[in-house]
């Protein structure tokens, strides 16, 4: 999906340890579709470089989402992740 949202927050970097021996930054992106106050709002996983971004609330920014699911013990979950989140120059 490839949307304009209104950014809404943003979680600390982390950085997660990965088995190679090697480090991925991480962070959480609380987006919100344009429309209302009732509009649907996706929390995305932004990682690596992407993770280093910083934004402003209620900045419109123009992102690639790519959602996906897994099984893990008997449930099954869904992620949603950006491939790409731009600023829009207003």
């Known amino acids: 999906m490839k ?19 090697g480090t991925l930054k991480k962070c959480i992106l609380v987006l919100k579709d344009i429309g209302g106050e009732y509009e649907d709002e996706f929390a995305v996983t932004l990682l690596g470089n992407l ?19 897994h099984e893990y013990n008997g449930s099954v979950y869904q ?9 829009i120059k207003s």
């Open 3 to 21: 949307k304009i949202f209104f950014f809404f927050s943003q979680s600390e970097v982390q950085v997660l340890q990965l088995k190679d021996g």
């Open 51 to 69: 993770a280093g971004c910083k934004f402003y609330k209620d900045e419109l920014v123009y992102a690639a989402l790519y959602f996906s699911t």
């Open 79 to 87: 992620e949603v992740a950006a491939r790409d989140v731009l600023k």
